[in-house]
């Protein structure tokens, strides 16, 4: 079974408008993390926020926050505002364990969503 | 602050030939990850390394190996070569524990002909 699941491969939205980037994840872990990935066409993987499952609010990075939903296991990326330079792929991943686990470094990713801002 | 840095950025290697990839981590942090991302793929687990021992391993062969070393730099080793390993391989680092993010290299793109 899919452990993350991004079912938009591509989306276009208008320049300064929001966009909300799906994430579902699956796992029987009480305890997890959940994390965006920004990948331009460079190659590099840019660490935009992150949600523990113990956390009672929703994650917030500037324009990005995170839309964590437990019950529904879901964990969306809101960008608010967009700009052209958020055209990018983007990731979801999941880390399950213990917190404070040192050495688990094992981040299990989605297929990705292709965002195209449009001027 | 010095980032992650990966070396070499582009390589092309023939089937069957051994390859080795570097990766210097961001400093302070004391472990290493290991992912390959083929195309249009996101990207999956290799390895990891903490304190100069693998603790963790996805599903790749025993031909896929590596180091860290008592720096924190790390060296992914990849044996026979096959055509199927052309992929982004991309290198992280962490201050360990489960919040901290991953600080990933620009990664090296290898090429098997």
């Known amino acids: 079974a899919q452990k993350i699941t991004q079912t938009q491969p591509g989306m276009f939205v208008q320049e300064k408008e929001a966009v909300t980037l799906d994430c579902t994840y699956d796992?029987?872990?009480?305890?997890?993390?959940l994390f965006w990935y920004k990948q331009p066409s460079s190659g590099e993987m840019i660490f935009l926020i992150y949600?523990?499952?113990?956390?009672?609010q929703n994650a917030t990075e500037g324009r990005y926050s995170l839309n964590f939903q437990k019950a529904r296991k879901s964990a969306n990326l809101v960008i608010s505002a967009s700009q052209l330079g958020d055209s990018a792929m983007y990731f979801c991943a999941m880390r399950e364990g213990r917190r404070g686990d040192f050495g688990n470094e094992k981040l299990t990713f989605g297929t990705g969503t292709r965002l195209t801002i449009i001027p | 602050e010095t980032g992650v840095t990966q070396s070499p950025t582009h390589l092309i290697k023939t089937r069957g030939q051994q390859v080795t990839l570097r990766c210097s981590s961001q400093s302070g942090h004391n472990t290493v990850s290991w992912y390959q991302q083929a195309l249009g793929q996101g990207p999956q687990f290799i390895f990891q390394?903490?304190?100069?021992?693998?603790?963790g391993r996805g599903n790749f062969p025993p031909r896929f190996s590596g180091l860290q070393f008592p720096n924190y730099s790390s060296e992914l080793n990849v044996n026979a070569l096959e055509l199927d390993d052309s992929a982004l391989y991309l290198c992280?680092?962490?201050?360990?524990?489960?919040?901290?993010?991953?600080?990933f290299g620009n990664g090296t793109r290898l090429t098997v002909t």
């Open positions: 796992t029987s872990d009480p305890s997890y993390g």
């Open positions: 992280a680092s962490s201050l360990g524990g489960a919040g901290s993010p991953l600080h």
């Open positions: 390394y903490y304190r100069e021992e693998e603790n």
């Open positions: 949600q523990g499952s113990y956390d009672q």
